[in-house]
């Protein structure tokens, strides 16, 4: 059997890490090789005193030179074999203007970059490539620009690989939805003790303004992967990104423990299948070994 090779097409750095982490480390535990392609620089992340992009002090390139560094560390931790920035600017959240800025990822158009993304998997010829679906997993322009150029560039190359989406089953985002209710409930109460009235937070919306279905039916998710042993890896390479993680995040509150209970499975939603793959695989490279 031929080298084995794994591909991931990310918006951003951070994004390999958390929904990808354990993956990746699984794989290179099993030796098989790692790529990461990385969209944007992240330029709109947060400034380390914890400025958003439209702070008049909020310097984007340097932002994204601390997540370059951020990102390396992420990559050392979960054993990626090669890294490919592509350099676009991030393009901030929908609507944003930094969306209109040409050397966004965003305003770039999806063949040029295509192109680009096409020659990487000519020459390192993964058989399995993940990235998101048309929405983007949660409406972020850059997420669903990383969609759109993958799609294209497997139209441009001349072999057919497995191509997974990222997902989440709804029956467990609607636990996790339970949860951000409850605790914005919480929070809300908490507030109005104090005189503050505050409208229930939303999700992400789109365009319209409609809120994103974040969750992929249970009945199409192709691959569950454990990777509860792997789960430290995971928590460090996001902890790597310091800068856009705060201690006091969904994630970092958690013990490492707890993390393993909630973070110890990735779920993907097979997109093509040239391997003939039936049900639910437990082994992203099912039909290759
Ligand atoms: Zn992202």
């Known amino acids: 059997?031929?080298?084995?090779?794994?591909?991931?097409?990310?918006?951003?750095?951070?994004?390999?890490?958390?929904?990808?982490?354990?993956?990746?480390?699984?794989?290179?535990?099993?030796?098989?090789?790692?790529?990461?392609?990385?969209?944007t620089n992240g330029e709109c992340g947060d400034a380390p005193d914890g400025a958003k992009p439209d702070a008049d002090h909020h310097d984007g390139d340097a932002v994204a030179a601390i997540r370059?560094?951020?990102?390396?560390?992420?990559?050392?931790?979960?054993?990626?074999?090669?890294?490919?920035?592509?350099?676009?600017?991030?393009?901030?959240?929908?609507?944003?203007?930094?969306?209109?800025?040409?050397?966004?990822?965003?305003?770039?158009?999806?063949?040029?970059?295509?192109?680009?993304?096409?020659?990487?998997?000519h020459e390192e010829r993964p058989q399995v490539i993940m990235t998101?679906?048309?929405?983007?997993?949660y409406g972020h322009p850059d997420h669903i620009q990383?969609?759109?150029?993958?799609?294209?560039?497997?139209?441009l190359i001349d072999y057919e690989p497995t191509l997974y989406f990222n997902a989440i089953p709804a029956s467990v985002m609607a636990t996790m939805r339970e949860r951000w209710e409850e605790e914005d409930r919480r929070k809300r109460e908490e507030e109005?003790?104090?005189?503050?009235?505050?409208?229930p937070e939303v999700g992400p919306v789109d365009e319209d303004g409609n809120e994103i279905d974040m969750g992929t039916p249970d009945e199409e998710i192709g691959a569950i992967i454990d990777v509860s042993a792997l789960t430290d890896a995971k928590y460090d390479a996001l902890s790597a990104h310091a800068s856009q993680i705060s201690p006091d995040s969904f994630w970092?509150?958690?013990?490492?423990?707890?993390?393993?209970?909630?973070?110890?499975?990735?779920?993907?939603?097979?997109?093509?299948?040239?391997?003939?793959?039936?049900?639910?695989?437990?082994?992203?490279?099912?039909?290759?070994?």
């Not at 990383?146 to 139209?155: F, G, N, S």
């Not at 958690?254 to 437990?282: H, I, S, Y």
Request: aromatic content about 8%; overall charge negative; glycine content about 8%.
């Open 252 to 289: 970092m509150k958690m013990t490492k423990d707890e993390f393993r209970q909630a973070m110890g499975r990735e779920c993907f939603k097979r997109v093509t299948n040239p391997q003939g793959l039936e049900g639910v695989v437990d082994d992203i490279f099912a039909g290759y070994r």
């Open 192 to 199: 109005l003790a104090k005189g503050i009235v505050r409208e």
């Open 1 to 39: 059997m031929s080298q084995l090779t794994f591909l991931a097409v990310h918006a951003h750095p951070d994004d390999e890490a958390s929904s990808t982490g354990g993956l990746y480390r699984l794989l290179a535990d099993q030796g098989v090789r790692t790529v990461l392609v990385t969209c």
């Open 146 to 155: 990383a969609h759109r150029i993958t799609m294209r560039a497997l139209e």
């Open 132 to 137: 998101y679906n048309e929405i983007g997993f």
């Open 68 to 121: 370059k560094v951020e990102l390396e560390e992420a990559v050392e931790i979960l054993g990626i074999r090669r890294l490919i920035r592509l350099g676009y600017r991030d393009s901030g959240m929908m609507g944003w203007p930094q969306n209109k800025d040409p050397e966004s990822f965003w305003a770039t158009p999806v063949e040029e970059a295509a192109v680009r993304l096409a020659a990487i998997l």
